[in-house]
């Protein structure tokens, strides 16, 4: 009977914990956009928690409070924690079967546009980027092609403006090529040094990088196509839906929008577009 009422307490405690918890999170969220404007509100809270978590141990801070004091007033800090709860995980032709989708069930209607706009949203430090302006180039689009791209982090757009990347990922970044189709010496697209592998000037000549945030910036032009693959898996359903209503808006008629292995789009969505490759996760703006 003592052991029973034992683990009842426990789960109580346990709860109690839980639930103050996640007011201070809610609190911290609340805080960083009415001062900054970021809005994190809608993410996942359960990665949200692991990043801050992840700070408050780099820090030596025992509550979620004391991480909300440094945010407000300590200067700078706050360019920390949003490049924590920014999504890097990313590299060349990632998913190669994907991109050889692409190659094969998009390009050939992406001939007969006079022009292409691309937009890659959340684009990370840029690899798939690059990855998409070599797929082109070899298709003989790359000069009628504008990407644009974008992340919420001003951080990794000056990184992925550079078109530098470590040497030592090369090795899986030409094995990712090749198996996405790739018909050249995947080292003829860039140089190097002794810790970096830097892609021609040539393949970054149409690409443009700049800060958005999906959760609260709006569309800023129409695309043929939109690229956002992995990242809405960290948006709870209410901002899901608010990226799907953004990226319908800015698709031109019977544009391609390309998501991640583990996304699709929500059922609310789903009878305005058509399937294109469901296992690659590709789909076409219905007309009308």
Same mark, same amino acid.
């Given at each position: 009977?003592?052991?029973?009422?034992?683990?009842?307490?426990?789960?109580?405690?346990?709860?109690?914990?839980?639930?103050?918890?996640?007011?201070?999170?809610?609190?911290?969220?609340?805080?960083?956009?009415?001062?900054?404007?970021?809005? /994190? $509100?809608?993410?996942?809270?359960?990665? &949200? !928690?692991?990043?801050?978590?992840? @700070?408050?141990?780099?820090? +030596?801070?025992? #509550?979620?409070?004391?991480?909300?004091?440094?945010?407000?007033?300590?200067?700078?800090?706050?360019?920390?924690?949003?490049?924590?709860?920014?999504?890097?995980?990313?590299?060349?032709?990632?998913?190669?079967?994907?991109?050889?989708? /692409? $190659?094969?069930?998009?390009?050939?209607? &992406? !001939?007969?546009?006079?022009?292409? @706009?691309?937009?890659?949203? +959340?684009?990370? #430090?840029?690899?798939?980027?690059?990855?998409?302006?070599?797929?082109?180039?070899?298709?003989?689009?790359?000069?009628?092609?504008?990407?644009?791209?974008?992340?919420?982090?001003?951080?990794?757009?000056?990184?992925?403006?550079?078109?530098?990347?470590?040497?030592?990922?090369?090795?899986?970044?030409?094995?990712?090529?090749?198996?996405?189709?790739?018909?050249?010496?995947?080292?003829?697209?860039?140089?190097?040094?002794?810790?970096?592998?830097?892609?021609?000037?040539?393949?970054?000549?149409?690409?443009?990088?700049?800060?958005?945030?999906?959760?609260?910036?709006?569309?800023?032009?129409?695309?043929?196509?939109?690229?956002?693959?992995?990242?809405?898996?960290?948006?709870?359903?209410?901002?899901?839906?608010?990226?799907?209503?953004?990226?319908?808006?800015?698709?031109?008629?019977?544009?391609?929008?390309?998501?991640?292995?583990?996304?699709?789009?929500?059922?609310?969505?789903?009878?305005?577009?058509?399937?294109?490759?469901?296992?690659?996760?590709?789909?076409?703006?219905?007309?009308?």
């Amino acid at each position: 009977m003592n052991q029973a009422s034992h683990e009842d307490t426990e789960g109580i405690e346990d709860l109690s914990y839980s639930e103050l918890e996640q007011i201070e999170i809610g609190l911290l969220l609340d805080g960083i956009y009415q001062v900054y404007g970021f809005d /994190f $509100r809608n993410y996942l809270r359960s990665s &949200l !928690r692991r990043r801050i978590q992840h @700070r408050m141990n780099l820090e +030596g801070l025992s #509550t979620i409070t004391s991480l909300l004091e440094k945010v407000l007033h300590v200067p700078g800090f706050i360019e920390k924690l949003q490049n924590d709860f920014s999504i890097k995980v990313t590299e060349m032709f990632r998913d190669p079967s994907f991109f050889s989708a /692409f $190659r094969s069930q998009v390009v050939p209607f &992406l !001939r007969d546009l006079p022009e292409i @706009r691309i937009w890659h949203a +959340g684009c990370a #430090t840029g690899e798939e980027v690059y990855s998409m302006a070599i797929l082109l180039l070899e298709e003989g689009l790359l000069e009628k092609t504008k990407i644009y791209a974008t992340d919420m982090n001003e951080q990794v757009i000056q990184s992925a403006k550079t078109g530098k990347f470590p040497l030592k990922r090369m090795q899986t970044f030409t094995k990712n090529y090749l198996q996405a189709g790739g018909s050249k010496e995947f080292s003829s697209y860039y140089t190097t040094d002794a810790e970096h592998a830097m892609f021609h000037a040539s393949i970054k000549q149409n690409m443009m990088f700049a800060q958005h945030n999906l959760a609260t910036d709006r569309s800023f032009n129409e695309f043929h196509v939109i690229l956002c693959r992995n990242v809405l898996i960290y948006f709870d359903s209410q901002l899901q839906s608010r990226v799907h209503d953004l990226f319908f808006e800015s698709l031109s008629a019977q544009g391609f929008l390309a998501l991640g292995n583990m996304e699709s789009i929500i059922s609310l969505h789903k009878s305005q577009y058509e399937d294109i490759n469901t296992s690659e996760r590709i789909f076409r703006k219905m007309i009308g």
